[in-house]
């Protein structure tokens, strides 16, 4: 990864509830998702030796993109939330009967101090106040060398 890199994701995140009824519900299939109690698999890093089994704590659905090259957190922020956003009454349903918490997350990795913008249009911010979500950045900045003086 040369250049800066955005990965975002919509969560849905509780202590328990049917992934596949939130499925139906949505008409949205996640691209990724796990139940409480489920085993974590191990990395295949063979620098990390773990012998302690590690479980999911909570339950999760997650609509997300992978990392993309760009320096624009917003447009991937539309992107996830399109296939949503008429699904508000659905997701407040949901968020009633299971108490979830919804997140929209942003990743981040900042490469030769390339920082992206990270700003939310109107319909995102919306969104995100109707269903009661949280907006949510986890920033990593990877070292590089500058040319600014100290």
């Not at 109707?130 to 990877?142: C, F, P, Q, T, V």
Request: charged share 30%.
């Amino acid at each position: 990864m040369d250049q800066t890199n955005i990965m975002t994701y919509f969560e849905i995140k509780g202590d328990d509830f049917p992934i596949e009824y939130v499925t139906e519900l949505l008409e949205v299939n996640p691209t990724n998702s796990f139940f409480k109690g489920e085993e974590i698999k191990r990395t295949k890093n063979h620098k990390i030796i773990s012998t302690k089994r590690r479980v999911r704590t909570y339950t999760s659905w997650q609509l997300r993109i992978d990392y993309v090259e760009t320096l624009d957190a917003s447009k991937q922020a539309n992107e996830i939330i399109a296939p949503l956003l008429n699904k508000v009454n659905e997701l407040i349903t949901i968020k009633k009967k299971y108490d979830c918490e919804f997140i929209l997350m942003q990743v981040p990795i900042i490469e030769n101090g390339s920082c992206p913008a990270m700003g939310y249009d109107q319909e995102v911010i919306n969104f995100c106040s109707k269903i009661g979500a949280s907006i949510e950045i986890d920033l990593y900045a990877n070292p590089y060398d500058s040319d600014w003086d100290d």
